[in-house]
């Protein structure tokens, strides 16, 4: 069974960071396609960013200051959040794609206060 544990969520002041990460219970070289999606209230769910075949995607709304990474040891798939603003509010999801199955994690709320 393929799980994905997100952790690093909180509440943070405008201007702030964090960090997120998403505990992978297999290889990240076995996810064909690993990121992070995010749900405001009200809204769809939509991508934050992305890594496939070595090729990193970004929204525009956080291009600049959002990075994503692997840390191939701990079986990872991080998000680094910098200067974040309230509309960055929402809860983050990890996801990956892995033999032809999508896995979801249970989420972690990011909470931005102006």
């Known amino acids: 069974q393929v799980r994905l544990v997100e952790s690093g969520g909180g509440s943070v002041q405008a201007g702030g960071s964090l960090f997120l990460s998403c505990a992978l219970s297999a290889s990240v070289f076995s996810f064909d396609d690993l990121a992070w999606y995010r749900q405001a209230p009200g809204k769809p769910r939509e991508l934050v960013a992305r890594t496939r075949a070595g090729d990193l995607t970004y929204a525009d709304s956080v291009k600049g200051r959002f990075s994503i990474s692997r840390e191939i040891a701990k079986k990872s798939l991080n998000l680094q959040m910098n200067t974040l603003k309230p509309e960055d509010t929402a809860v983050y999801y990890c996801?990956?794609?892995?033999?032809?199955?999508?896995?979801w994690g249970q989420g972690t709320q990011v909470t931005v206060s102006s």
């Open positions: 996801y990956g794609r892995r033999s032809k199955s999508d896995y």
